[in-house]
């Protein structure tokens, strides 16, 4: 219990996360390790999160997947990603829907495979519930390709459909202003650090989730942060005067939570271990709830909101990657394109007679 809360907050009161719940009462939380190394996967999923039931045969190729992507230098959010898509389309295999469309076998022939996944990339877009999104499809593939890349069958050929041209979904200036203030009367200070980290520094969650104390470096005069993306790549990243002054109470208080001593990560739990992805993404959640935004706010969009205003605001691309990890400065030309904001506002110049 930290010196702010001095009792457990209920579900409508400001601060409360499923994080911040009776330690007597809580599933155990599994860490987060540094830099690249896979989680302990013992912790209970959420209702309704449970992965898809695969038969014996298939689930040994998953298996065997997962334990091949553990000798590769992805993030842990990437290989859980990879995993889950794999697991959708082996489901989809094994529901038998699709096996009217092609013959052979998708996981030894070549030519089955690529019908199978042409048949599933369709079925995600026009008949999955809920339908999936362009992007969504293009990942998928993406999980697919390497899947099959290290089942010895090689990348599929399977074209991907064109992205949307709309900029990455980012806050507009009347939702920045709510979540600031929002933020601002968060009494928990480690969850007011966790929330402004994406929209001041860039940070993705996973980025989040592993800084260690020793990253964070703040003066009278400026600060710094050193931050390890995907892949286990360092980068620093300046601290906006906001950020230092919320990492600073955070740091002036962290001394007093469970593990402090013991444990090297910035953002602890209430057991004292190292903050987990999925209770420094309630974070975001419990507080755009109390903010009443309506659109849902995660880190992710915290992130886009970052890079749309460097941006918009003249400055130039090396820059912008350098700050947000970006290996390819393609990958920001998407943010030049208009939002969904951008496109309802060009209809005010049609005439209404009214």
């Not at 830099?35 to 065997?64: H, S, V």
Request: proline share 8%; net charge positive.
């Amino acid at each position: 219990m930290t010196s702010e809360n001095t009792e457990i907050p209920g579900p409508d009161d400001p601060g409360y996360t499923s994080e911040n719940t009776n330690p007597a009462s809580d599933p155990p939380e599994h860490s987060t390790p540094r830099n690249g190394a896979t989680p302990r996967t013992d912790t209970p999923r959420r209702r309704g999160a449970r992965p898809t039931p695969l038969p014996d045969d298939l689930a040994e190729f998953l298996t065997d997947y997962a334990a091949v992507l553990e000798t590769v230098p992805l993030s842990p959010d990437t290989r859980r990603t990879y995993v889950s898509r794999v697991r959708m389309f082996l489901a989809w295999l094994a529901d038998g829907t699709g096996r009217r469309r092609y013959r052979g076998d998708p996981l030894t022939n070549p030519t089955a495979r690529d019908w199978a996944i042409r048949d599933y990339r369709l079925y995600l877009l026009r008949e999955a519930t809920p339908k999936r999104s362009v992007r969504y499809c293009n990942n998928a593939l993406a999980a697919l390709d390497d899947f099959y890349v290290r089942l010895g069958l090689g990348k599929t050929n399977v074209g991907r459909d064109d992205l949307p041209k709309t900029a990455p979904k980012a806050m507009d200036a009347r939702a920045e202003i709510r979540w600031l203030r929002a933020v601002e009367a968060w009494p928990n200070a480690r969850d007011r650090a966790i929330a402004l980290l994406p929209f001041y520094a860039g940070l993705r969650i996973g980025d989040i989730v592993a800084l260690d104390v020793d990253d964070v470096r703040i003066s009278a005069r400026k600060g710094n942060l050193r931050v390890f993306g995907k892949g286990g790549k360092p980068r620093d990243v300046p601290v906006h005067p906001t950020l230092a002054v919320l990492l600073q109470a955070w740091l002036d208080e962290r001394p007093t939570w469970p593990g402090a001593t013991r444990e090297r990560a910035l953002f602890l739990s209430r057991r004292g271990g190292r903050l987990t992805t999925r209770a420094a993404s309630d974070v975001f959640t419990a507080i755009a709830e109390h903010a009443g935004l309506e659109d849902a706010t995660t880190a992710h969009v915290g992130r886009h909101t970052f890079v749309t205003r460097l941006i918009r605001g003249g400055e130039d691309l090396i820059t912008v990657a350098e700050l947000a990890g970006h290996a390819r400065l393609e990958t920001l030309k998407v943010y030049s394109q208009p939002t969904d904001d951008d496109k309802r506002g060009a209809l005010r110049h049609l005439t209404v007679d009214r």
